[in-house]
């Protein structure tokens, strides 16, 4: 009995795992290895990449390309190349430019601002300014600043002020200080000083100058005749 389940189980070990490792490997790494690296790996690499390269490359250099030049170039050279020279110009030209500026803008211009530039402006300059400029600047310069100039500083200040000091203080001055000053110290430097100067100069020049003169006529008169 012992012996017969040491056989089974040497059996079972022997034929399972010989079955798992030879055939069950071999089928892993021959048949599935085989299938991924040599079918698989070709059509990812053979038809994909055909694909790939060949119809949707194809489809982009040749339907979207034809598509974007042809099509849409189309559309923006002759819908919207139309619409804006068409719709927008007309619309420009016409209801903007002729209609709302020659009509609207003109018509205010000449109505509304002129009629406001000659009414209301001329009215003010002609009425409130000349008015402001006739009773109160008027008033004002022949009423305050001619009391001021005749009142106070013509009359006041000239007869007053300057008057007092003209006939005070620079008379005085003049009479006084300028006076003593020309009678005292040039009176006397001229009737002093300048006097015995010119007496003393004159007497001495006189008298060198006559005696030079005489001894000078005889030298010459005595070297000539004699």
């Known amino acids: 009995m012992r012996a017969s389940h040491a056989y089974v189980e040497t059996y079972i070990h022997t034929y399972i795992h010989t079955y798992i490792h030879t055939y069950i490997h071999t089928y892993i790494h021959t048949y599935i290895h085989t299938y991924i690296h040599t079918y698989i790996h070709t059509y990812i690499h053979i038809y994909i990449h055909t694909y790939i390269h060949t ?23 002759t819908y919207i190349h139309t619409y804006i020279h068409t719709y927008i110009h007309t619309y420009i030209h016409t209801y903007i430019i002729h209609t709302y500026i020659h009509t609207y803008i003109h018509t205010y211009i000449h109505t509304y601002i002129h009629t ?27 009423t305050y600043i001619r009391t001021y100039v ?65 001894h000078a006529c005889m030298h010459t008169y005595i070297h000539t005749y004699i």
């Open 55 to 77: 119809y949707i490359h194809t489809y982009i250099h040749t339907y979207i390309h034809t598509y974007i030049h042809t099509y849409i170039h189309t559309y923006i050279h």
């Open 116 to 142: 406001y530039i000659h009414t209301y402006i001329h009215t003010y300059i002609h009425t409130y300014i000349h008015t402001y400029i006739h009773t109160y600047i008027h008033t004002y310069i022949h």
């Open 150 to 214: 005749h009142t106070y500083v013509l009359h006041t200040y000239i007869h007053t002020y300057i008057h007092t000091y003209i006939h005070t203080y620079i008379h005085t001055y003049i009479h006084t200080y300028i006076h003593t000053y020309i009678h005292t110290y040039i009176h006397t430097y001229i009737h002093t000083y300048l006097q015995i100067y010119i007496y003393t100069c004159m007497h001495t020049c006189r008298h060198a100058c006559i005696q030079t003169y005489i």
